[in-house]
């Protein structure tokens, strides 16, 4: 649309004759069209390029509070079997090294 605009106001500055006010009128149309597009290239790159470092940043919270709450939820539950079945952190730790063991087997 813009463009359009150029070219009507060019052929309006050579066929109506006011050659110095057209041109500078086309001038001035030229350098606020190239502004705008220097100015959404300027706004739009950066907003594109960081919108994919915030979704991985968002993705990577999320998975570290995962994380997190499955290490507390897991803990909790040890914590009550223990009590449940009487097991001592003694006990604890040997269930641990078996079940490592066992892994390490398996892997």
Same mark, same amino acid.
């Given at each position: 649309m813009i463009f359009i605009l150029l070219i009507a106001l060019t052929l309006l500055v050579l066929y109506g004759g006011y050659i110095l006010v057209g041109m500078l009128a086309l001038s001035l149309l030229t350098t606020a069209t190239i502004l705008a597009i220097m100015i959404g290239l300027l706004v739009a790159l950066p907003v594109l390029w960081f919108r994919a470092e915030i979704e991985q940043w968002r993705a990577k919270t999320r998975s570290d509070k995962l994380a997190a709450r499955a290490a507390t939820v897991r803990q909790q539950?040890? &914590? @009550?079997?223990?009590? /449940?079945? %009487?097991?001592?952190? @003694? &006990? !604890?730790? %040997?269930? @641990? /090294?078996? @079940? +490592? !063991?066992? !892994? +390490?087997l398996y892997d």
């Amino acid at each position: 649309m813009i463009f359009i605009l150029l070219i009507a106001l060019t052929l309006l500055v050579l066929y109506g004759g006011y050659i110095l006010v057209g041109m500078l009128a086309l001038s001035l149309l030229t350098t606020a069209t190239i502004l705008a597009i220097m100015i959404g290239l300027l706004v739009a790159l950066p907003v594109l390029w960081f919108r994919a470092e915030i979704e991985q940043w968002r993705a990577k919270t999320r998975s570290d509070k995962l994380a997190a709450r499955a290490a507390t939820v897991r803990q909790q539950l040890d &914590d @009550e079997y223990d009590r /449940r079945n %009487g097991f001592t952190p @003694e &006990d !604890r730790k %040997g269930i @641990e /090294r078996e @079940e +490592a !063991r066992q !892994r +390490a087997l398996y892997d």
